[in-house]
């Protein structure tokens, strides 16, 4: 079975770091596409970033991008967003996705969510 599964969540500061990661089975993760996309409180879904199978192409949202680094492990079958310089506006849960790509560059759609690691910036 598909599954995703993220990790890496929590409570931070202002200013702070957090790592997400993302563990996928079930298919062929090298092959995939993946997105990270985020849910604020009373708000509805965000894409934040995508990455192609091979990591090197990739795009962020304007709203993270200077502070938000998407990168992939093939190896380990491992999504990654590096989250630096959190503001409170990052709270969220963040969500990973397997995307399906059948067209040019970024055609394609959400195929696979994971069910979200939470992220809460605060003082």
């Known amino acids: 079975e598909v599954q995703l599964v993220e990790s890496g969540g929590g409570l931070v500061q202002p200013g702070m770091s957090l790592r997400l990661s993302c563990v996928a089975s079930g298919f062929t993760f090298s092959s995939a596409a993946m997105s990270w996309v985020r849910q604020a409180p009373g708000k509805g879904l965000e894409w934040i970033s995508s990455?192609?199978?091979?990591?090197?192409?990739?795009n962020y949202a304007d709203s993270v991008k200077g502070r938000f680094t998407i990168s992939r492990d093939n190896a380990k079958n491992t999504l990654y967003l590096q989250m630096n310089n959190l503001k409170p506006e990052d709270t969220a849960v963040y969500y990973c996705?397997?995307?399906?790509?059948?067209?040019?560059?970024?055609?394609?759609?959400?195929?696979?969510w994971g069910q979200g690691t939470l992220v809460t910036v605060s003082s």
């Open positions: 996705a397997k995307y399906w790509i059948y067209g040019s560059t970024w055609e394609g759609y959400f195929e696979v």
């Open positions: 990455i192609h199978s091979g990591g090197d192409i990739i």
